[in-house]
């Protein structure tokens, strides 16, 4: 596992206490049982007293699941299940001391926290910000333990789980965010007719190519647009048409001046640096298609003021029509 930096308070239960001062590297399942056992937080705080003014760093987001959004068992989520749902997604899950318990007015049910190693943030409003787009997306993680200077409870006998895959949460959140954006503009249109069936497919699928490159999340897009038209077509004219998309992204990969998706995400910042609330909406406007774009190739150079020459970017070449 991506290693998680937390920090233990000499107490447990204790609400009011403010000082975590014992850090810890968290690798294994062995590592959070010790951890859970005391109150702990998942963030560094000047001088180790937990507040929001004092928060330093985290490289680990933790939720809280209390399964209080629903009084069906069948919708539930358990480690097991959450894993389906961030396939790919490395994290770590604790009982909470109310675990298989009654809450309140609640049944007992299944209650845990779960631990994500993330890309380091130094930022107490942007570490937040990461809280409420995951507890937005899924409305099982409770939204009211979204703050920068949230502790956890100890629990004498936490029952932990280990779900060591190699992506960071912050990393998927950026893929989900940009996989929502297509859903958005095009997932939303009218039913593809016969007529403009090959057109339509043709230019997305160039565009999610260009994009994404040759990759599982490109060709899952195009098969969720494949599935607007009526009637639906021929699987042998589907393939023939991701076929040719294919040829058509090799030919603009070795065109002199392409940045490919991989690099230009690292070069211009597709993963944001701002998770707030304002930050993802300037984000979402910034990724909308302008009724004013014209056909690829023009409109899909980019000029660069450093050096005065033209670059192929994927990010606007996928948004031409």
Known sequence: ????????????????????PNRYEV??????????????????????????ANFLSSNCLVMDVDNSHSEDPDEWVTPESLAGLVSGVGFMTATSRNHMRAKRAQSARPRFHVYFPITPVTDAEAYAG??????????????????????IYGHPAPEVTNHDDGKLLDEWLVEAVDADMFAAFDTATQAISPGARNATLSRFA???????????QARELFDRKAGLCEP???????????????RFATKVATTPGYVPPEVYAALTGLKPEDFTDVGQLTRSLANTPLKSATR??????CSRADSGSKTICPHKALLKN
């Open 296 to 301: 690829w190739p023009p409109a899909g150079w």
């Open 130 to 151: 990461l809280k409420k787009q995951l507890a937005a997306r899924f409305e099982f993680f409770d939204p009211n333990a979204v703050d920068a200077s949230r502790f």
């Open 27 to 52: 690798t294994t399942v062995a590592d959070l049982e010790a951890v859970a056992r005391l109150d702990h937080v998942v963030a560094d705080y000047q001088g180790g007293r937990r507040s929001t």
């Open 232 to 246: 639906p077509p021929p699987a042998l004219e589907v393939e023939s048409i991701w076929t040719s998309a294919l």
């Open 206 to 216: 160039g565009r999610v190519l260009v994009r994404y490159g040759d990759s599982p």
């Open 1 to 20: 596992m991506t290693p998680m930096t937390m920090y233990t308070a000499t107490v447990v239960g204790q609400q009011n206490n403010a000082v975590y």
